[in-house]
């Protein structure tokens, strides 16, 4: 028996075939398009999952990650920050469809991840343990005692949409001030009024890639969005050291490799904000060690275990 794992992201679109001991066999990855809307989207995913499942095979179970709040229970994307105009999608029924009736499972991308983390990565043994991902949008999930805690609606633990109020006063979500998305929207608003020099008056689209490109090169104007996205992403841990007391957050996503520039204030604020030192662990956070592939990982297992309980 084989499984069939899919990571769809707002950016980013990757399949994955894997055997029973989750030894991935074969891979492939594209661009998303999420501006053309669910249908060429939708269309787009199967295209690419077709490409890694073997002629004349059927997956034994097919596990899909996806972003934004979803019923999982349903398989059906309720809507999405980093999907534009989807709204109660049923995924899981038309990729299963597609694929001679395969039993498929799709679970919002924050809960797949730490799932994969847990079992194979950085967090094994942490207990909580907290995983976000910080790339097109925010997401996370929380293992407690080795499970995922999903509550009472099956949407707990979304940490991009804690509510913090801006340098502006508004009141915003988390996605919106320290994802990728956050950080090449606040930098093309900032550099309207800029003072100084800036690469980023040249750059043709300024996204969250281009600001951290600007910001490891010394940009002062990308140096000050990725600060402020730190000191957001602090209080955001700030608040879940609180809440939780986890043994580690696992931190991935593109947004993470911005490394110190980013972490520096986040860690700055945690020290200035937290209630007492000893909420914090020892090196509580820790950088996921499964790449890119962590939400394939998370999918095929989601698939696996979900298939078994059945």
């Not at 991935?24 to 990855?29: L, P």
């Not at 499972?105 to 950085?122: R, S, T």
């Amino acid at each position: 028996m084989s499984l069939l794992a899919i990571d769809l992201g707002g950016t980013r679109l990757r399949a994955a075939w894997y055997d029973e001991s989750l030894q991935q066999i074969a891979r492939t990855e594209t661009k998303t398009h999420a501006e053309e809307g669910p249908g060429a989207v939708i269309e787009r995913v199967l295209a690419t999952a077709r490409e890694v499942v073997p002629r004349g095979e059927t997956p034994s179970a097919i596990g899909m990650s996806t972003p934004g709040p979803m019923d999982a229970r349903r398989g059906v994307i309720l809507h999405s920050f980093a999907l534009p105009g989807w709204q109660d999608v049923p995924l899981a029924a038309i990729v299963s469809r597609a694929f001679d009736g395969a039993p498929t499972f799709a679970e919002n991308d924050g809960n797949v991840g730490p799932l994969a983390e847990y079992h194979l990565g950085a967090g094994q043994g942490a207990n909580p343990m907290i995983y976000m991902t910080i790339s097109t949008g925010i997401g996370g999930g929380v293992i407690i005692d080795g499970k995922l805690f999903t509550g009472w609606s099956g949407h707990a633990a979304e940490p991009g949409h804690m509510q913090f109020i801006d340098d502006e006063g508004q009141v915003r979500r988390l996605e919106e001030l320290a994802s990728g998305t956050a950080l090449g929207r606040l930098a093309a608003h900032k550099l309207a009024t800029w003072p100084g020099e800036t690469s980023l008056r040249d750059v043709t689209i300024i996204d969250g890639a281009a600001v951290g490109r600007a910001a490891r090169a010394g940009d002062a104007l990308a140096l000050d969005v990725v600060e402020a996205a730190g000191r957001y992403l602090g209080l955001a841990l700030v608040n879940l050291l609180h809440l939780f007391s986890p043994e580690a957050v696992v931190l991935g996503g593109s947004v993470t490799q911005l490394g110190d520039l980013i972490f520096t204030p986040a860690r700055a604020v945690i020290d200035e904000r937290v209630l007492d030192p000893a909420f914090v662990p020892p090196s509580f956070i820790r950088m996921a060690q499964l790449g890119d592939d962590v939400c394939l990982i998370g999918a095929a297992l989601y698939a696996q275990q979900r298939r078994d309980d059945r």
